[in-house]
């Protein structure tokens, strides 16, 4: 059986009887599992994450969509987290016995559908970007909501599916194909926003820090904290050990501590190796010490 | 599917030809998996782990018994760890569907069929144990080869198959069920085997240390260093960050560093998480947020 993940992130997450309503569409379907829900009140934003065969995810996926659309108004919507739409992003992972070829063409149905069923314009990003310029969800989502309007008329900016103007509450949806990715934030003991935002800085990939990761800063109102929130697109090449260590060394130029750190969804077997690794000094190990690895469904 | 672990201990490790002849006869084998085969020199001991149906285990592991007795003969074998036997230990471990008692079963079996086949006399040890004494292998093992042609006479350490007489070359065997344990060992930077056997001595249960950690000292010449040498026999409540930390932190006395570690055999994923969770900080972590975790067969 082939089995994706598939990492739906809309723009609610603080008043969770909305988002309930919004997944209880996913939930106990057949094909698939709703691995977590994970709401975040400073962000305002919920992330979710779902686990098997993609062809069963299509109409519970629509139904999400529509529930988003139904519920979330984007011109009432502030939070730590930018966003372009009530489904903000869309992606599909290869997990098991599925081609990335296969997550692309499941990102163009599902998005042609989105489009047809709630007039919601749809960007195809990543693997399944139509242009060079439209890989990088963060220039696609550059200018938010509320510069969307605007920006979808320059024909650099049209959208995949649908007309060149945003919906009037929904605003856009990027949908796409992409490699697994570790959605890692770590929290520091200060409110100072400007020093997370330096630190993001230095970890960064776009400003000259560490290769493959994205960074920005967030305020944590309700604990009073600041964190830095990262995107790390390939863990092979830089693991969770390493950008935790490092925004330790950098948060100690501002004399600031790291609290701790979360991971949001889902977290690839390896990355954790590769970290136990580093802190255990650990010799000849790898995912395959480890018991459930060898209990894993393989195909026949 | 009942799905035990099990992990036979033979005493060779230096000679890798007879190694193989040993484990030839549990490669390929329908039913179960041959997860790794690990000499080690020092010990002059290997440690195989077998995982799969119990069932399909048994004719292959007595195959195995039958190699190893006819291959090594414990009147010319040195090496690091303790044994009394040619096969020195064999538990089975239960992982899925399958209960301890069914596990009891299967060493049961498995001890009789030793002794009727090989002559070779037969412990049952930990959940298989026939009395309190005869509970912990350490118990069972002390004097080791060469102690246990007197000790077996004695009514309290007659075998649980078998004459109370060792078998000439091979010794006894002991057959058990236990819980899952990880077998850790910690590298000293220094060759001085006193301070790793005041380490254990501090860390472990038995001299007042850490309950559910055994611990022993060994020293590896091939590297001119020592190690602390670890079972720990339940990791929910005692976790390798915690032993890691605290070997460290003895080791300082003595001005001697920590080179790394190593697990032996299989590791089960909750022993991971939650090591990442201490040295990460991580909040509401666990198994269940380890992707290939929901990859794993369940019954249906």
């Given at each position: 059986m082939k089995v994706v993940q598939c990492v739906p992130n809309f723009?609610?997450?603080?008043n969770l009887e909305t988002v309930e309503k919004i997944v209880s569409v996913l939930r106990?379907?057949?094909?698939?599992?709703?691995l977590s829900v994970e709401p975040d009140a400073s962000y305002n934003r919920t992330v979710v994450t779902l686990l098997g065969d993609p062809e069963a995810m299509m109409e519970p996926l629509l139904a999400m969509v529509g529930k988003a659309v139904e519920l979330i108004d984007l011109n009432h919507h502030q939070g730590e987290h930018p966003r372009?739409?009530?489904?903000?992003v869309l992606p599909f992972v290869p997990i098991q016995n599925i081609k990335m070829k296969e997550c692309v063409a499941y990102a163009k149905r599902l998005g042609q559908a989105i489009y047809e069923r709630f007039s919601l314009p749809v960007f195809l990003y990543e693997?399944?970007?139509?242009?060079e310029h439209r890989v990088n969800l963060a220039d696609i989502r550059k200018g938010e909501f509320e510069g969307m309007k605007t920006k979808i008329q320059d024909h650099l900016w049209h959208?995949?599916?649908?007309?060149?103007?945003?919906?009037?509450?929904a605003g856009a949806v990027a949908v796409g194909a992409r490699m697994p990715l570790i959605a890692y934030n770590i929290n520091l003991n200060?409110?100072?926003k400007e020093i997370a935002q330096a630190i993001a800085k230095t970890i960064r990939h776009s400003s000259?820090?560490?290769?493959y990761i994205k960074a920005g800063a967030a305020e944590i109102k309700e604990k009073g904290i600041v964190q830095v929130t990262m995107n790390i697109t390939n863990y092979q090449k830089n693991s969770i050990y390493r950008v935790f260590e490092m925004v330790k060394m950098e948060a100690a130029r501002y004399g600031v501590s790291v609290l701790g750190s979360e991971i949001i969804g889902m977290v690839p077997l390896e990355a954790l190796t590769q970290s136990m690794e580093y802190y255990l000094g650990?010799?000849?190990?790898?995912?395959?010490?480890?018991?459930?690895y060898h209990l894993i469904k393989k195909d026949e």
């Open positions: 723009s609610e997450g603080r106990n379907q057949p094909g698939f599992q709703l372009m739409g009530a489904v903000d693997e399944a970007a139509s242009a959208p995949d599916f649908g007309k060149p103007e945003i919906h009037p509450t200060t409110d100072k000259g820090g560490l290769r650990l010799t000849d190990f790898s995912a395959e010490k480890v018991l459930e």
